[in-house]
């Protein structure tokens, strides 16, 4: 990428992106990542592969970005781990993040709430729809023992099969929740 390049928004959303084309794509990101605010690579099949290559990009203390789209990219909770890795290791810009769409499950819920304890993480949207979550517990613990609430202002878990909701609806009710 050309280090004169500005470029803050990319939406690539339904592009056919491929594991293969999405190394190249990382590969252009690497080199001038620090404008780049909003990266939208949702209904590709990048799988975790794909997400792999993107965590490297995550990763450099020189990204910024901002809203981070991987719905419906076939990935499950091995990628979840991945992105949650590269998070925490540059945790402070992220604001929005969709994984919506993808098979996380419960293992990949608890990688995220690793995340979410991390002082430095200031997500305020996060969408976990229908990502096979059925347990909610770990999620429950992240937001009442962090200051996850305090930025957390969406929160879409439709379409899981959650087991035991009782605990997340106490979190929730918390006076520093400010969730929609």
Known sequence: MNPECKLEELDLCGCSITEKQC???TSALKSNPSHLRDLDLSINEIRNTGVNHLCDV???SHCKLEILGLSYCK???EG???VTSALKSNPSHLRELDLSENKLGDSGVKNLSDLL???QCKLEKLNLKDCGITDVSALTQSLTN???LQFLKALDLRDNKIRDS???RD???DSNCTLR
Request: glycine share 0%.
């Open 23 to 25: 190394l190249i794509l």
């Open 58 to 60: 995550l990763k450099d």
């Open 75 to 77: 990935m499950t909770d």
């Open 80 to 82: 979840c781990s991945a």
């Open 117 to 119: 304890m991390n002082p």
């Open 146 to 148: 962090s200051n996850a």
């Open 166 to 168: 009782k605990q997340l």
């Open 171 to 173: 979190a929730l009710r």
